[in-house]
């Protein structure tokens, strides 16, 4: 199955990395405001 696999290649990379949570203003949605108010 997709799920198997996916959830195995998800352990293997994710075995040793560190999660780092962030938090605070997110530029990238602030620009995508301004993208669609620019469309209308």
Known sequence: DDEVL???LLD???FH???INLSGKSYRMEN???FFDQQQ
Do not use: G, S, W
């Open 6 to 8: 996916a959830t195995a």
């Open 12 to 14: 293997r990379l994710l």
């Open 17 to 19: 990395c560190d999660i």
């Open 32 to 34: 995508r405001k301004t």
